[in-house]
């Protein structure tokens, strides 16, 4: 059974970091694309980033490219949100999820999903 646990989230203001980290067990990790999304309140969850097999490539929404940045340490069984200068908009339950195939940016492409942490960010 693959489990993915969520840590780093918490209250923060608009302009500081964050990072996320997720840790994966089960499976074989270096054998899944891993990808974060988040929801906020009253909206749909979002895709946020995603990061290849090897950890060589990797995508961001518009929102977040150039402020975000995933990584991964398969020796770690990890993968990572890096969020710099954060806004109020980005406050949301963040999840990281695993998928099987080599590219996934939709969530009905990821097979398993953490629980969440939650970001709030204040202005």
């Known amino acids: 059974q693959v489990q993915l646990v969520e840590f780093g989230g918490g209250l923060v203001q608009a302009g500081d970091s964050l990072r996320l980290s997720c840790i994966v067990n089960?499976?074989?990790?270096?054998?899944?694309?891993m990808g974060w999304f988040r929801q906020a309140p009253g909206k749909e969850r979002e895709f946020v980033a995603i990061?290849?097999?090897?950890?060589?490539?990797?995508y961001y929404r518009d929102s977040v490219r150039g402020r975000f940045t995933i990584s991964r340490d398969n020796d770690r069984n990890a993968v990572y949100l890096q969020m710099n200068s954060l806004n109020p908009d980005d406050t949301a339950v963040y999840y990281c999820?695993?998928?099987?195939?080599?590219?996934?940016?939709?969530?009905?492409?990821?097979?398993?999903w953490g629980r969440g942490t939650q970001v709030t960010v204040s202005s």
């Open positions: 999820a695993a998928s099987k195939i080599l590219w996934a940016v939709r969530g009905d492409e990821y097979d398993y």
């Open positions: 990061t290849s097999r090897s950890g060589s490539s990797t």
């Open positions: 089960g499976g074989t990790f270096s054998s899944y694309a």
